[in-house]
């Protein structure tokens, strides 16, 4: 661990720095996650100022897709 620690350094990393840094120190026998916090310096109280978005996950939502069709013929 104290290894890992020297390979730290007490500054703000570049996003894409900061996640290889992640994925070199990460020894748990799981799947870690991270979490990223951003300040974007919006009002949410108007409305030219809200956000709404989606982000579509690499592997997505996990479930796996069912599709049932009820057809005639070769259709």
Avoid: C, W
């Avoid at 799947?31 to 109280?45: M, N, T």
């Amino acid at each position: 661990m104290q290894e890992l620690n020297k390979l730290v350094e007490e500054r703000p990393y570049p996003a894409l720095d900061a996640l290889a840094l992640l994925k070199q120190t990460a020894t748990a026998k799981f799947p870690e996650s991270a979490e990223a916090h951003v300040r974007l310096g919006i009002d949410p109280k108007y409305t030219d100022q809200q956000l709404r978005t989606t982000v579509a996950l690499p592997k997505g939502t996990g479930q796996e897709v069912r599709v049932a069709v009820i057809a005639r013929g070769e259709k």
